[in-house]
């Protein structure tokens, strides 16, 4: 290999090149990378030693460097993902913006036990693709693990990957304890019934939940009831509410307190998704409505408040959430990414006279030029 190489030497491409080839086939993907380093400095005409910064460097060959850092990265990311070496290559393909290239590749494979840790590292804790990563979670871990995990992460993630994952979240809970229901009728010989709703069989067989009977870990039932306030979509949220539904019958010992303004815990959370469904609508938005103005901010946060915004959002009410923000969010509060925020909400109702009239009075010269920029 090295003779080979030191005859190519007077033609510098071409003992590049065949550097390259070799040790791709060598399986020596790190030192590719500093091989095309040291080859856009040589055409450069740059010291070889890699003992300067590029903050040294002037225009143009400070941002051709970078041009062949980066390309060097793809390159060599991309072999290192054929080879399977996901950590290995997410580490030149993220400086490289390539998110998108990794994400299609995690579509391509199975995780096992020789390599799960890993997918499911890149997939999710390095937010690469979370839905994907979460169901890996959940299959492979378990339902205890997967709720752990994901209240550790769940503020790092973007709110429509927190929408995923907890959509994830309920349905496997769901077909958990569905699953467990129907063992136990068949324990009792009684007929498992062919619906998929945990409300039409309890109706049916109210004795299941006697004597404080209960089919599935009840602190995992309330965080997931709890996770399922980030639904938007009906087909979760009809699940969401048959794990409401599921907890409110439950006896009262198992019920874990809740904080304002989902305090009765179960109850409130049916009330909030079957409005957020149409269903009842008015007496929820009034139910949510008087939570905002009377939860103490000190004492339980702003949950009460965004709670409250968020339904007339989803409900189709954005010219009444954005009259209701000057009247529930003190000047001084800030929200959580979770809640629309005022230029949302003037975006969504289109009423810029009234969001301006808020920025004034808010004294926010930010906001009121951001309204300037979009109306």
């Known amino acids: 290999m090295f003779e080979e190489i030191a005859t190519l030497a007077r033609d510098t491409d071409q003992m590049f090149q065949r550097a390259g080839q070799q040790l791709v086939e060598s399986g020596q993907l790190h030192r590719l990378f500093d091989l095309r380093l040291l080859e856009c400095r040589h055409r450069l005409a740059l010291p070889l030693e890699q003992n300067s910064s590029l903050d040294e460097l002037a225009d143009p060959e400070r941002s051709q460097l970078e041009d062949a850092y980066l390309a060097a990265c793809r390159e060599v990311g991309q072999l290192l993902l054929k080879s399977g070496q996901s950590r290995e290559a997410w580490g030149y393909l993220k400086p ?50 997967a709720i752990t995990e994901f209240g550790g992460l769940s503020g790092q993630l973007p709110v429509a990957d927190q929408v995923a994952c907890a959509a994830l979240l309920v349905r496997h809970l769901h077909e958990e304890l569905l699953g467990n229901i129907g063992g136990h009728l068949e324990r009792l010989e009684e007929k498992v019934p062919s619906t998929s709703t945990i409300r039409s069989i309890l109706d049916l067989h109210p004795s299941l939940l006697q004597d404080g009977a209960y089919h599935v870990d009840t602190s995992h039932l309330a965080t997931t009831v709890r996770y399922a306030r980030l639904l938007t979509d ?69 949950a009460a408040i965004e709670t409250y915004l968020v339904l007339l959002v989803r409900t189709g009410q954005s010219e009444r959430a954005l009259a209701e923000y000057s009247e529930v969010v003190p000047a001084e509060c800030v929200l959580s990414p979770l809640a629309p925020s005022l ?33």
């Open 343 to 375: 230029l949302q909400l003037a975006q969504a109702g289109g009423q810029w006279e009234r969001y301006f009239e808020i920025c004034r009075q808010r004294g926010d010269l930010v906001g009121f030029a951001a309204g300037q920029l979009l109306q």
């Open 234 to 302: 009906a087909a979760p949220l009809r699940l969401a509410i048959d794990l409401a539904d599921y907890g409110r019958r439950l006896e009262k010992e198992l019920q874990y307190p809740g904080e304002p303004p989902f305090e009765d815990l179960y109850p409130t959370h049916l009330q909030f998704f079957q409005a957020v469904l149409g269903e009842q609508l008015d007496q929820g938005v009034d139910y949510f409505a008087e939570q905002a103005r009377t939860v103490a901010i000190d004492m339980y946060g702003t």
């Open 96 to 145: 490289a913006s390539e998110k998108k290239m990794v994400r299609d590749w995690l579509a391509t494979v199975v995780p096992d036990d020789a390599n799960a840790d890993e997918l499911i590292e890149l997939a999710l804790y390095e937010a690469v693709d979370p839905e994907r990563g979460f169901a890996w979670l959940l299959a492979r871990r378990g339902t205890c693990n």
